[in-house]
């Protein structure tokens, strides 16, 4: 009990409780391109964001379960359209690279095609999207270097 009410109090004051916040939101934003692509998680997607969570976050089991439950919630948002929708998104992405130049740093283009193998092989379009999508990433990445 103790552990759920402390999990909720940390997601819904994420932005006071949790040290660096933004970069945790960033990294959900990204993982939340990947995921919410197709506009549905699937269980494969679901694990492998855990294992990717946990991998950032090795040593930080409650940041990495906050990740986690940050993507679900960006997801949420996107599926029922409350207040945040898949364009919307891709420009908030957009809008702090440009603001936050750390922020290039943590677009891993191997831990989102981790992502990319979970989409149906017979979904051409849906791989193509998640493809077009590590490419504009790719291309933010890129930006930053110059």
Sequence with gaps: MFKWLRRNLMKMFREFLVYHHSSLEFRAKLLTLMVSSDGEMCECEKQKLKEIAHEIYHDEEERAELLIDTVKEYHNKII??????????????????????????????????????CTDEEDTDGRLFQLRIIEFLQGLKDECKV
Aim: charged letters at 35%; one cysteine or more; glycine letters at 2%.
């Design 80 to 117: 029922t359209k409350n207040g945040l929708d898949f364009e919307h998104l891709v420009q908030l992405v957009n809008k702090e690279v440009h603001e936050v130049k750390r922020f290039c740093e943590k677009i891993d283009i191997e831990m989102l095609m981790k992502l990319h193998e």
